[in-house]
């Protein structure tokens, strides 16, 4: 490896993007990092200086081989197009192996060789994808981000009642910073040639257990209305919510109430080297706003 190596981030500009690379920027220092995105004009406000931007766009290879220029250690973050992210996804793993990358990091989902989720099913392949491409390789299984249930605090505040269809299982879910640690510090520090991480949140609860958090901190009484994946599906598409992301998070939860969005391993905390963020945490800042 260089003494200078240049870490890429694909999908730089999302949510999880722009934490990776502020994380690595900590660790590796600005100039070795590398910025992903479809629009780096609309982009360049994003990053910290230093930052390289580059133009790459997963139904674009031929925007991708430039992008992955001297690239050494890349982190592909994963599509939010569900529905076509394993053909996206084998487009960054070609461009990868075209360009020389030595190592690529997936954004992955927990447990995703065993998961029920619908959502595994996309990662599944991709994980495929990457075994078979001859690269060394990590994937980060993330678990849940708490900020997924924090979206709902708003309206349950309103109607006085936090909707889902888990049941009682629980959910180790993590600040979505948490991840983005992790994601920099595997992209970094892994040697080996195949690493799994299977990254979840240190404490679990239950939705009934989010729900009273949120009445506590609130002082609004708010509690947890449980019903079944079909229901809650049309209650959530009623809302306002496209088809397809209304069947996911309906889908999500009935997965929850069978264990997938569990995990007690603490693999997630022992990678970045503190305790996850609560879920009290979380809550307290969307509460704030």
Not at 98 to 110: Q, W
Not at 130 to 136: K, P, R, W, Y
Not at 214 to 224: D, P
């Amino acid at each position: 490896m260089s003494t200078n190596p240049r870490y890429a981030v694909t999908g730089a500009s999302g949510q999880l993007g722009r934490l990776v690379i502020a994380a690595l920027v900590r660790r590796v220092g600005a100039e070795a990092v590398v910025a992903i995105v479809r629009d780096p004009a609309g982009s360049a406000e994003l990053f910290p200086e230093g930052v390289t931007i580059r133009e790459g766009d997963y139904e674009r290879p031929e925007t991708l081989d430039a992008a992955f220029n001297g690239v050494e250690r890349l982190l592909l973050i994963s599509s939010n197009a569900v529905g076509r992210r394993a053909g996206q996804h084998r487009n960054v793993v070609e461009a990868a192996k075209r360009a020389g990358v030595s190592r690529i990091a997936y954004t992955s989902i927990l447990h995703a060789d065993r998961s029920t989720l619908g959502l595994a099913e996309e990662h599944r392949d991709t994980e495929a994808a990457l075994a078979a491409s001859g690269l060394a390789v990590t994937l980060l299984r993330n678990g849940w981000y708490t900020e997924n249930y924090a979206a709902s605090i708003l309206p349950a505040l309103e109607h006085g009642a936090l909707m889902g269809s888990a049941d009682g299982g629980r959910i180790s879910s993590a600040a979505r910073a948490d991840y983005a640690e992790a994601a920099a510090a595997a992209l970094v520090d892994d040697t080996e040639p195949s690493r799994v991480h299977e990254l979840a949140g240190d404490e679990a609860y239950t939705l009934t257990e989010f729900a009273a958090e949120i009445s506590r901190q609130s002082g609004k009484a708010v509690a947890y209305a449980d019903m079944p994946e079909a229901e809650y599906r049309e209650a959530l598409k009623g809302a306002g919510l496209p088809d397809a992301i209304a069947a996911m998070l309906a889908d999500s939860d009935a997965g929850a109430a069978r264990g997938d969005l569990f995990d007690d391993t603490h693999e997630l905390s022992r990678l970045i080297g503190r305790p996850t963020t609560p879920f009290a945490a979380t809550i307290e800042a969307a509460l704030k706003g």
